[in-house]
């Protein structure tokens, strides 16, 4: 089965800063997708941003860009100029191409963005 | 992105008696839905699958005949929770995938407090 690991329970960021959240995964798996999700004190999840395994290039979404390095398992989120309504739980995740029912959750990272 | 809504998003109940949580995919069709209970500070943890007109998918561990699932219309799921017991207080989450292209849209959550 696939596993998804965030080795950062929680970070702090100075606003206007940028940080860098850490995701590995293990799967034997070619094709699958990845995704960061925002989890703010209302609960409701959000999608951040999404990466295909086959693409080589790194999602960006404006302030947020993934570090996807295929080989290595990892898709880190790095978060440029932090602002205060970026702090939240964010989990990393990984679907399978070929079930697409299966979301496979890390454990979370809380953020903390100090003024 | 599309909206799923779910109601209510918290109910307080005795023990021994059964709670309806709805789930709705407001503005699209959702052929399959998934229900999430996530603990205090922790991950989402996948308990079924439904598929519109026939029945759930239960993951390993979960009791099918405590958390009922009916997926009676495309933009419909109801989770059941019955003769709830103070353990089964959580936070419950449901998820719709649209057929269009595979997206998959996160509820707000419901929490569940048994007394």
């Known amino acids: 089965a696939q596993t998804v690991t965030q080795s950062q329970p929680e970070m702090s960021v100075q606003e206007a800063e940028t940080v860098t959240l850490s995701c590995t995964y293990d799967t034997s798996e070619s094709d699958y997708y990845l995704f960061w999700y925002k989890q703010p004190p209302s609960r409701q999840m959000i999608l951040v941003i999404r990466q295909e395994a086959y693409k080589q290039q790194n999602a960006t979404e404006n302030r947020f860009s993934v570090n996807f390095q295929k080989a290595a398992k990892s898709f880190s989120l790095k978060i440029s100029d932090s602002q205060l309504g970026d702090a939240a739980m964010y989990f990393c995740a990984y679907r399978s191409e070929y079930n697409f029912n299966k979301f496979y959750f890390g454990s979370g990272t809380k953020l903390n963005v100090k003024p | 992105g599309a909206v799923v809504s779910q109601h209510p998003s918290w109910v307080i109940c005795k023990s021994g008696t059964s709670v309806k949580i709805e789930c709705r995919s407001l503005?699209?069709?959702?052929?399959?839905m998934f229900w999430y209970r996530q603990f205090p500070k922790q991950s989402l943890m996948l308990m079924a699958t439904?598929?519109?007109?026939?029945?759930?998918?239960?993951e390993q561990g979960v009791e099918k005949d405590k958390f009922l699932i009916n997926h009676a219309s495309l933009t419909l799921s109801t989770l059941t929770v019955t003769s709830a017991h103070p353990e089964d207080s959580s936070f419950y989450i449901c998820?719709?995938?649209?057929?269009?292209?595979?997206?998959?849209?996160f509820g707000p959550g419901t929490r569940l407090t048994v007394l």
């Open positions: 439904s598929n519109e007109g026939s029945k759930a998918t239960y």
């Open positions: 998820s719709a995938r649209t057929s269009i292209n595979n997206e998959q849209f």
């Open positions: 503005d699209f069709q959702a052929t399959t």
